[in-house]
């Protein structure tokens, strides 16, 4: 109890913070685009996550003549981590499923990015849900970490 009213003070107080700054987590991967993404979906499947589509922006871009970096989408999620944070905010659902970005930036570093859950929170206004939020990071870190590392 003493560890979620912590969490839950140091969301509140980082909440300006937050609104000010884009609500992305994002990591180094040592792959290229593509196998980062292979991996994501590997350690998402493996922990029974859904992989709802995947979006390869590049190919799209490629497909009306036009020219983009290595870019794609995943997403995924789980009812049974999705459901009790709408149910503390139902407007959440806007930014659920969850999705991962990985990119490959100019300078040819691949990058994978997420939703920060506290972000979400502040933006929805959702109260109540310290426990979910954090298995929700705790998650997505791992999933990052498991893709990138």
Known sequence: MRRMMLFVSLLLAAAPLMA???????????????????????????KGMTVMAQVDHAANARRVGKELRPTRLVIFGNPRVGTPLMRCSQTVAIDLPQKALIWEDAEGVVWLAYNEPEYLAYRHGVAGCADALAKVEAALAGFARAATR
């Open 20 to 46: 000010a700054g884009d609500g992305l987590v994002r990591t180094q991967s040592r792959y290229s685009v593509e196998r980062t993404a292979q991996r994501l979906v590997q350690a998402l499947e493996e």
